[in-house]
């Protein structure tokens, strides 16, 4: 049988219900005869001791007959069902409450010499003297220390055993009744439990088959809420997952395409002679250019995978922040002499040591002053700088080119986007520049901003931890 939540209910419902009866039917019913017997015992030692208080005269004393005991004798064996015996010293019964009038002329020492010794007897038969067994309670009377006699009480007891058996029935009545109210509590844990757990294993399946929209059942109680919420929240990544997954595929496919086709069209131009010798060197600088161009998405999407996987690590060392701008632009000579445009460099400090990856600062610096450049008009000017504050350092890269629109501001750190301002001008942009630059001043625990108005220009403002001296 396949192990569910609710055969085992069932099995725990059946174990403790067995268990439950059972135990009553044994343990409790001997508890209750105990309780019973002792109950007995009690009332049969107060009934002698008020015989023996109230009659000691009358009976063991001479002063009278037994006659006014008969009234008492016979309302206690009929009404509490106890066989009251007067006994004299030498062990002969001088009065039977069952025959007041004619007690039975009998000897107890001749039957059984130890039972006037005993203050209580079970199972008392005295060799068929008493028709059944009974439970006997001797009580000895003294009087000026001396033995005057003793009075002896007899309960049958089968009494004991009939008590407990109708106390055992109420109690077994109850726990009928008490059956199907522990069956409707299993069936409520049933219903709080295994019911919203199965509704959330039906959203499992179907988020594990992809349908991200199935909703998910908000009912339930607190930590089956909990477990639905973290299924949707699940869910939810996952589609968003699913939605990058494809987002991406499909602007991978169509990056790679425009270069490998405009590659392979050139290539194949020059290769029957539509393109004339003379003409020959412009196409293959556009090849150089495509190519070029594939290379930096490869080896942008291979860095970004590499923050994915949170395998970036970082190689934190103190260096000198002015040394890599000075550096970074250095290299932005040759673009910039082509747009004439002048790169201001200001420095807050002479130095202004730093502690981060240099490799990594140095690539966020050089796809800032890239864009920069990119987006900059003709004759004018960017500039660089820092800024310290507290254990901060601020890097600022400012144009003043065509700036980005509003609506685009927050998009411009997403994989692959461009603006469409940007996709007429800067062909060779991949889109994934600032998305790598994002990353890289994440993975430094810092932060990464842009102002811009469009057509004023943009400026881009990283963190970096200042070196403690
Ligand atoms: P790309 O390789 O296209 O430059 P980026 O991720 O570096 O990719 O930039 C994404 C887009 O953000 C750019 O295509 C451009 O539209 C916009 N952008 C980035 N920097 C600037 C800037 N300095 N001025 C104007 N627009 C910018």
């Not at 639905?228 to 939810?236: E, F, G, I, K, S």
């Not at 494809?246 to 602007?251: L, Q, S």
């Not at 020959?280 to 290379?295: C, G, M, P, S, V």
């Not at 970036?312 to 002015?322: C, E, G, K, M």
Request: charge should be neutral; aromatic fraction near 10%.
């Amino acid at each position: 049988m396949k192990k569910t939540l609710w055969s085992r209910l069932i099995i725990c419902y059946l174990i403790s219900t067995v268990t439950v009866f059972v135990l009553l039917n044994t343990y409790g019913m001997s508890l209750l005869k105990e309780r019973i017997k002792k109950d007995q015992v009690n009332l049969l030692y107060k009934e002698a001791s008020l015989i023996a208080n109230s009659y000691r005269g009358n009976i063991f004393e001479g002063n009278g007959g037994f006659d006014d005991l008969a009234l008492r004798f016979t309302s206690i064996d009929n009404y509490l069902n106890i066989r009251v015996w007067i006994v004299s010293r030498n062990g002969q019964i001088v009065a039977d409450s069952s025959n007041v009038s004619n007690p039975p002329d009998i000897n107890l020492y001749d039957i059984d010499p130890d039972f006037l010794s005993k203050n209580l007897s079970e199972n008392t038969i005295l060799g068929g003297l008493l028709s059944e067994p009974m439970l006997s309670v001797i009580h000895r009377v003294d009087y000026n220390f001396q033995l005057r006699g003793f009075i002896v009480l007899h309960s049958p007891m089968s009494e004991i055993d009939s008590k407990a058996n109708l106390y055992l029935d109420v109690a077994n009545i109850c726990f009928l009744l008490f059956f199907p109210l522990l069956l409707i509590i299993f069936v409520y844990i049933y219903n709080i439990t295994v019911r919203p757990l199965k509704n959330s294993i039906k959203a499992a399946k179907e988020y594990s088959s992809g349908n991200y929209d199935y909703k998910l059942s908000t009912r339930g109680s607190g930590e089956f809420l909990e477990l639905n919420a973290a299924l949707t929240y699940m869910a939810q990544e996952l589609s968003k997952l699913d939605d990058y997954q494809k987002k991406f595929v499909a602007n991978i496919s169509h990056d790679f395409r425009s270069p490998l086709t405009s590659i392979k069209g050139y290539a194949e131009a020059i290769m029957d002679g539509t393109i004339p010798a003379d003409m020959q060197a412009k196409y293959l600088n556009i090849i150089i250019d495509e190519t070029e161009r594939l290379n930096k998405l490869t080896s942008g999407l291979l860095e970004l995978n590499r923050f994915d996987t949170r395998s970036a690590l970082l190689d934190i060392v103190s260096f000198d922040i002015n040394q890599v701008i000075k550096k970074t632009a250095a290299s932005f000579e040759g673009a910039c002499r082509n747009k004439k445009i002048t790169l201001n460099l200001v420095f807050a400090a002479e130095e202004t040591y730093v502690d981060a990856d240099m490799g990594k600062i140095q690539q966020v610096l050089y796809n800032l002053i890239d864009n920069a450049i990119k987006f900059s008009h003709n004759n004018s000017q960017i500039r660089v700088s820092t800024e310290e504050k507290g254990d901060k350092v601020f890097v600022s890269v400012k144009d003043y080119g065509i700036g980005i629109p509003k609506d685009a501001v927050k998009k411009i750190w997403d994989r692959f986007y461009k603006t469409d301002a940007s996709r007429g001008r800067d062909k060779k942009g991949t889109g994934l520049g600032l998305s790598i630059a994002k990353e890289i001043i994440q993975a430094h625990n810092e932060n990464i901003n842009v102002i811009s108005t469009e057509g004023v220009g943009s400026e881009f403002i990283f963190s970096l931890k200042r070196t403690v001296e």
